[in-house]
Structures are given as C-alpha cells and as structure tokens.
C-alpha cells in the first residue's frame, strides 16, 4: 500500500533532505524511523531535494508498507519518536502509481531577510542590515514571467536536462524590517531560490538595473547573476498535488 506523508522540518542539524553518504539526512533519519516502528524496510521517496541548512514547512514524500496504517495512531507515534526538528503533519493513503515528487504540479518558496538586529529569529531568517528598495526588486520579479530558461540561477556542474522553470508566482512583501521573497514554479534548479534573491539584493541596492537583471537571465551564465544568500532563510513551504486539493489535516 502507498502512503504519503506530509511533514515539515528544521534543517538546521541536516545536510539537506536527501540521503548522503557520512552525512545526516532528513530522509535517513525518517526512512529509520518509519522501518523501525512499522517493523519493516521504508525507503520514502520525497517531492524533491532542499540543500543543507533549508528548511520546510510543508514537505511530502510516498513510501509502500505491507499493512493498512491508521493515520492518528502513526501520527502520533512518529511524532513521539523523531527528533524535535521534524514533525509529521498527515499521512495520507493514495493510489499504488502516485508519485510525491513527480505527480507535483507546483513548489512555492519564501525567504526571510531581516534589516534590524533581531536576537531571536537570528536561525530562521538572514540579517542583512542594508537599505533596500523593495519597489525595484518587485518590479524585477515581472521579468521572472517572461522567461523559462533559469541556467542563470542554477549551480553550475548540475545533473538536469533542463533549465527550464514556469515561475507563476513572484513578489517581495515587507513588514517593518522584516523582508518575505515567495516564489512558485512548476519545478526548481539546485541554488535557484537563494541565487535569485542574492541577484534581487543587488537590485534594491542599486548595483544593478532591471535591464541588466533581464540581461543576466539571458546570459544563461551563472556568474554573472549575483551571490546566493544563506541557506538558513530559506523554506519550501507549499507542494500543490491535483488529487490533495480537497484533503484537510486530522
């Protein structure tokens, strides 16, 4: 029987989502966790790959097991067994040919900066304490809609066969000094997010135009697009699936 799992983590204490060798791993720690209580081998395959130090609200993954599993039960044991930064929110039985990463039809992405000194939020989100024009950077993320090739953002020596991304969602908001980058795409290269927004820093700081930023995407050339930002501000933080849309959480 095929389940999935819907659950969420911080990425503080792992080397990314996926299994690395001498290297803790979120899928490591929940594939050793599930094969244990449920007394049998669980590979989960998960809807994709954060790098080391990301973090995710909302993350799935499938994985098959002999028995019929009542959700609330394994809900709760799971959670009373993993580690503090993983929390399993539901799991969620599906047909034998649904696929977490394949099956997903979009990912959304948020990013955290903070502009002042903030002692408590200093894990979660990335201080940078420079003035920025959040109406510039707004008005360079309408450029992300006219393009699909995203080679620019992508880290080089990458396994795809594709560059391309359909981006449908791309805005900046600010609350005091506090900066959120949400971004949704069908799909996302390694580094993209946190080139991006390093490439936007650039922007609301004035060191590049929005003609130059188009010119960048075009390029094709990583390095000419701008640094990738921290890892700690990063969350994946919404998997969209066509059959879900109408499952609620227990």
Request: proline residues 2%; charged residues 25%; neutral net charge.
């Amino acid at each position: 029987m095929r389940y999935f799992i819907k659950f969420a983590y911080n990425g503080k204490n792992y080397f990314g989502f996926q299994i690395q060798p001498d290297a803790v791993s979120v899928q490591e720690t929940l594939d050793k966790a599930l094969s244990l209580l449920l007394k049998e081998k669980i590979e989960i395959v998960g809807a994709g790959r954060t790098d080391s130090g990301v973090h995710a609200k909302e993350m799935f993954a499938h994985f098959d097991c002999q028995n019929e599993l009542d959700a609330k039960h394994w809900i709760k044991k799971l959670n009373s067994y993993l580690p503090k930064d993983i929390v399993i929110f539901d799991l969620i039985k599906v047909k034998e040919d649904a696929h977490a990463r394949f099956d997903a039809t979009s990912r959304t992405y948020e990013y955290y900066i903070h502009t002042f000194k903030d002692v408590f939020n200093q894990e979660g989100s990335w201080y940078f304490s420079k003035k920025l024009d959040v109406q510039a950077m707004n008005k360079a993320c309408e450029l992300l809609f006219q393009h699909t090739d995203f080679e620019c953002f992508s880290k080089v020596n990458t396994d795809v066969h594709t560059f391309n991304c359909k981006i449908t969602e791309a805005h900046w908001t600010q609350k005091d000094t506090e900066f959120i980058f949400t971004i949704t795409a069908d799909r996302f290269l390694r580094n993209m997010v946190r080139a991006i927004v390093g490439t936007m820093i650039n922007i609301g700081l004035g060191k590049i135009s929005y003609d130059e930023f188009n010119a960048i995407i075009l390029s094709k050339n990583r390095s000419k697009a701008g640094f990738s930002v921290p890892a700690h501000g990063l969350y994946l933080v919404k998997i969209d699936y066509p059959y879900l849309e109408s499952h609620t959480n227990n």
